[in-house]
């Protein structure tokens, strides 16, 4: 059986965590699809970067940037309630372009295959 660090198991806790907490907050406040894609955890756990991305326009983008850096440290004090550590994690978040890219990316091949189909 594989064996997986405590940081890792952690980070996963806390994107499940936060994915709940926040889907239904964002939703209502955002027009944009906002999805949390991974979190990464520091090997001593006193820091957490949650990576995000916006699926709307760059006026989407600011708005989830705003709310989360003001909503920070009411999300950790949420995310510690679930977590069963001594010290919770500083969290960070951080904006993350691959989905936008990886939808470019798709766009691009696809007009590349109907040119060459013509």
Do not use: C, W
């Amino acid at each position: 059986m594989k064996q997986y660090k405590r940081s890792t198991r952690i980070g996963e806790q806390i994107l499940r965590d936060v994915s709940s907490l926040l889907e239904r907050e964002l939703a209502e406040k955002l027009s944009g699809l906002v999805t949390f894609t991974h979190v990464r955890v520091s090997s001593d756990l006193r820091y957490a970067t949650i990576y995000y991305s916006v699926l709307g326009s760059g006026e989407q983008e600011e708005r989830a940037a705003g709310y989360l850096e003001r909503e920070r440290k009411r999300i950790r004090h949420q995310i510690g309630q679930g977590l069963h550590l001594r010290n919770i994690p500083e969290i960070t978040f951080k904006f993350d372009p691959s989905v936008k890219e990886g939808i470019r990316i798709e766009r691009l091949l696809n007009e590349i295959k109907a040119d060459t189909s013509q």
